[in-house]
C-alpha cells in the first residue's frame, strides 16, 4: 500500500519557497470556491441531495474538520481517550445561545467567551480526572459528556428539551452578510477557524508542550521520570483541545439560529472520533481528511434513507480493514531529523 | 548530598510490597540493591522517584524530605532513573530521547551540547545512531540510551533498574564497566537494583539484600560475595570462581 503520508511530506520538501506559497495560495482559492461547485456544471455531482450543499459545508463538514483537529490534541497528540468531546461543543453552544438572546453582545464578543468556558470546563474535568488512564479516563469523559447533555436538557435557563430558539446571526462584517441566505460565509469563517487551529497545533507540536505530550504518549510514567510535568501537559492537551470545542459550538449555535439537547447527543462524540481515526491519529493533514470524508459521506447518500447509515457503516468497516492506521497515518519514523542536520 | 530511605512502608492496593526498608546512600557511592524476584527492589526504586506513593516512612535528599515531591521535581533536584525495562521512547529518535532527559531545563543550547558530548563519550555508539528511532535499537543499545538519557539531567543520585536484564554477558559487562566508570570519572552516585548478584556486588561499594519487602542484610559488597548465605541464594555454588 502507498504511504499517501509520506508522498505527500516528500511531494512538500521538494517545493521551494515560491512553489509553495504558489501551492497554498491555489489550495486556498480552490477551497474558496467550494461553496459554488454545486451549481458550476463540471463539479455539480458533489451537491448532496436533499440537505442544502452550502449549509452541509458548515455542518457537519468544517464543524466536524474543526472539532476532528481539537479532539486531536487530545486523542492523537497526548494519547487521552476522550468520549465525551461533544460536551465542549454543546457549552459552546450554549454560551452563544443564552448570552446573544439575554444580553446584547454578539457573536464575535462572545466567542472568546465560550472558549475561555469549554477551556474552564476542561480544566474542572481534567484535574480530577487526568490522574485516570487509558480505560478509566475514556470512561469519565463519555460520563462528563453525558451529564452535560442532561444539565442542559433538565435546566430552565437552557430551555430544556425545547433549546433555545431565535439566536441571533453574528453581524455583518462589511459587505460579508452572515444570514440563510449566505451560508457560504459561515463556511468561510469556519475555513478561517480551521488554519488558526492548524496554525496553532503546529506551533504546539514542534515546542516544549508538543514534545511533553509525545512522551507522555509514548509512555507516561517514564515521561514522569524524565522530569516532564504530566499532570500540567495533560491538562494543557485536554484545556486547549475543549476550546476548539467551544469555538465550534458558539459558530454552530449562530448558524443554526435554534439550539437542542438533542444536537449534542453521545453519537457526535463518537462520529468526532472516528474522524480522527478514520483520517489518521496525529496528523493534521489525517484528520481534515477524516473529518471531511465522514461528514461529507453520509450527506452525499442521503437518498439512500433506511439504508443510509448501513452503507455508511459499511464504507467505514471496509476503510479500516485496509488502512488500519487512518488514511493518512501518523508518520512511521525510522530516520529521524537527519535532514535537518544536513541543511545546518 | 545524602540519599536516605526510612522506615519506607509502600502498597499496592492492599498488598504491602515494602515493609519498612531502610537504606543510605552516600555521596559518590555504588549501592546496590539485591535479591530475588518480588523482594520490593523496583517498588523502592519507583518510590524514591515519585511513581508510587509513600505510604509512611521518610525519603530525604540533601536533608530534604523528598517523599510527597511529585516525580518532575525530583528530576529537577538530581535524582535521575534508568527505568527497569529501559522505558525508550520508541518512536523518538536517539537525540530526541536524549533530549528529553533533560526536559525540565529550558533549552540552553552550549549546555545541551556539552551533556551531549559526555554522554556520547560513554556510549559512543549513541552517536552512530543519533538519528535512528529508539524503537529500532537493540536491547544493549537500548540499555544504553536509557542510562544516557538519564545522565542529561546532570543527575546526583543516578538510579538503575536492572541494567543487565535481558542482555547478552559481552554487553552485561559492558555496561557494568559503563557504570563504574560514571561513578568514578562523573563522580555520580549510584543506586543499583540487580538481579545479576554477581556483577552487582563486585561493582558496587556497599549492598542492601531484599527479601519480600525488607532489608534480611547489609555490608560492604566485597563482604558479601565471600558471605555464605548470600553466596547459597544469590551467586549459585562456586560462582564466586569467576
Request: hydrophobic share 45%; net charge positive.
Amino acid at each position: 500500500m502507498i504511504n499517501l503520508r509520506d508522498a505527500g511530506s516528500n511531494f512538500w520538501d521538494k517545493l521551494n519557497r515560491v512553489q509553495r506559497t504558489t501551492f497554498i495560495l491555489v489550495i486556498l482559492g480552490f477551497v474558496l470556491l467550494v461553496p459554488y461547485m454545486d451549481t458550476f456544471g463540471p463539479t455539480s455531482f458533489v451537491n448532496t441531495p436533499i440537505a442544502s450543499f452550502r449549509d452541509a459545508l458548515v455542518y457537519p463538514v468544517g464543524m466536524f474538520v474543526l472539532m476532528g483537529l481539537g479532539l486531536n490534541i487530545v486523542v492523537g497528540k497526548s494519547g487521552l481517550l476522550d468520549l465525551g468531546y461533544v460536551a465542549f461543543f454543546a457549552i459552546g453552544a450554549y454560551t452563544q445561545a443564552i448570552l446573544s438572546t439575554t444580553t446584547s453582545l454578539n457573536m464575535w464578543e462572545i466567542l472568546p467567551i465560550g472558549i475561555g468556558l469549554a477551556m474552564l470546563s476542561g480544566v474542572l474535568l481534567g484535574l480530577p480526572t487526568l490522574r485516570l488512564r487509558g480505560d478509566y479516563l475514556a470512561i469519565v469523559t463519555l460520563g462528563f459528556g453525558e451529564i452535560t447533555r442532561i444539565v442542559v436538557l433538565n435546566s430552565n435557563f437552557t430551555g430544556g428539551t425545547n433549546g433555545i430558539p431565535n439566536i441571533p446571526p453574528p453581524p455583518k462584517i462589511g459587505p460579508i452578510v452572515f444570514d440563510i441566505m449566505n451560508p457560504q460565509n459561515y463556511f468561510y469563517v469556519v475555513i478561517l477557524m480551521i488554519l488558526l487551529t492548524i496554525w496553532m497545533v503546529r506551533r504546539l507540536s514542534i515546542r516544549r508542550a508538543g514534545r511533553a505530550w509525545e512522551a507522555i504518549r509514548q509512555d507516561e510514567d517514564v515521561a514522569m521520570l524524565m522530569g516532564v510535568p504530566t499532570l500540567r501537559y495533560k491538562l494543557w492537551s485536554f484545556t486547549i483541545g475543549g476550546g476548539v470545542g467551544g469555538a465550534a459550538g458558539v459558530l454552530f449555535a449562530s448558524k443554526v439560529m435554534v439550539i437542542a439537547p438533542g444536537m449534542f447527543d453521545f453519537q457526535v462524540s463518537i462520529l468526532i472520533l472516528a474522524c480522527v481515526v478514520f483520517g489518521g491519529i496525529g496528523n493534521i493533514w489525517g484528520v481534515v481528511l477524516g473529518g471531511v470524508a465522514l461528514a461529507y459521506i453520509p450527506e452525499r447518500i442521503r437518498f439512500l434513507t433506511e439504508t443510509r447509515q448501513l452503507a455508511f457503516g459499511l464504507v467505514l468497516v471496509i476503510m479500516m480493514n485496509f488502512r488500519p492506521d487512518g488514511m493518512l497515518p501518523r508518520k512511521k519514523r525510522e530516520k529521524i531529523g537527519e535532514k535537518k542536520k544536513e541543511i545546518k | 548530598m545524602r540519599l536516605e530511605i526510612k522506615d519506607l512502608h509502600v502498597f499496592y492496593g492492599k498488598i504491602e510490597a515494602i515493609k519498612g526498608i531502610s537504606v543510605v546512600v552516600n555521596p559518590g557511592e555504588i549501592v546496590t540493591l539485591i535479591g530475588a524476584n518480588g523482594a520490593g527492589k523496583t517498588t523502592t526504586l519507583k518510590t524514591i522517584s515519585g511513581l508510587r506513593p509513600v505510604a509512611s516512612g521518610s525519603i530525604t535528599f540533601d536533608g530534604q524530605d523528598i517523599s510527597k515531591m511529585p516525580a518532575h521535581d525530583r528530576v529537577a533536584l538530581g535524582i535521575s532513573q534508568a527505568p527497569e525495562g529501559r522505558g525508550i521512547f520508541p518512536g523518538m529518535s536517539v537525540l530526541e530521547n536524549l533530549e528529553i532527559g533533560k526536559y525540565f531545563r529550558k533549552d540552553r543550547k552550549h549546555e545541551m551540547k556539552e551533556d551531549l558530548e559526555k554522554v556520547y563519550h560513554l556510549f559512543p555508539r549513541l552517536k552512530e545512531r543519533a538519528f535512528q528511532a529508539g524503537g529500532t535499537l537493540s536491547g544493549g543499545e537500548q540499555q544504553m540510551l536509557a542510562i544516557g538519557r538519564a545522565l542529561m539531567a546532570r543527575p546526583k543520585v543516578l538510579l538503575l533498574d536492572e541494567p543487565s536484564m535481558g542482555l547478552a554477558p559481552m554487553m552485561i559487562a559492558n555496561i557494568f564497566k559503563i557504570i563504574t566508570e560514571i561513578n568514578t570519572e562523573l563522580g555520580t552516585t549510584i543506586l543499583l537494583v540487580e538481579q545479576n548478584a554477581q556483577q552487582a556486588l563486585q561493582r558496587a561499594h556497599r549492598a542492601y539484600v531484599l527479601e519480600t519487602g525488607h532489608v534480611v542484610k547489609e555490608a560492604k559488597a566485597s563482604d558479601l560475595l565471600n558471605d555464605p548465605d548470600v553466596r547459597a541464594a544469590y551467586l549459585g555454588t562456586g560462582a564466586g570462581a569467576h
